[in-house]
């Protein structure tokens, strides 16, 4: 499998930003999604996860302003995330289970200033 995040950058709080990630090499439709990011000095945190029938998780502290979504026909997963606030700076990584082996692309810094 293949992950490709962008959509990364520069907001001031209370703005928004929308991620993307393009997956290949697997049957995309068929694979649950999900956003991850690492803060500096801080470890992997899961975001918001999509299921292949489109159920969604989110972790507490981006309910209500996070949007997990995805578009089987383009192979791509998104992350719409509004109201941003500077503790949502980190590195967004696109991840799937892919034969037993959590796989991750690179990520995509958000830098949200105060």
């Known amino acids: 499998v293949q992950l490709q995040a962008s959509g990364g950058g520069l907001v001031q709080a209370g703005g928004y930003l929308r991620l993307s990630c393009a997956a290949s090499r697997i049957m995309f439709r068929a694979y649950d999604m999900a956003w991850y990011r690492q803060a500096p000095g801080q470890e992997r945190e899961l975001v918001a996860s999509?299921?292949?029938?489109?159920?969604?998780t989110y972790a507490n502290s981006v309910k209500g302003r996070f949007i997990i979504s995805r578009d089987n026909a383009g192979d791509a997963v998104y992350l719409q995330m509004n109201s941003l606030k500077p503790e949502d700076t980190a590195v967004y990584y696109c991840?799937?289970?892919?034969?037993?082996?959590?796989?991750w692309g690179a990520g995509t810094l958000v830098t949200v200033s105060s």
């Open positions: 991840s799937t289970v892919e034969r037993g082996l959590r796989r």
């Open positions: 999509i299921t292949s029938g489109g159920g969604t």
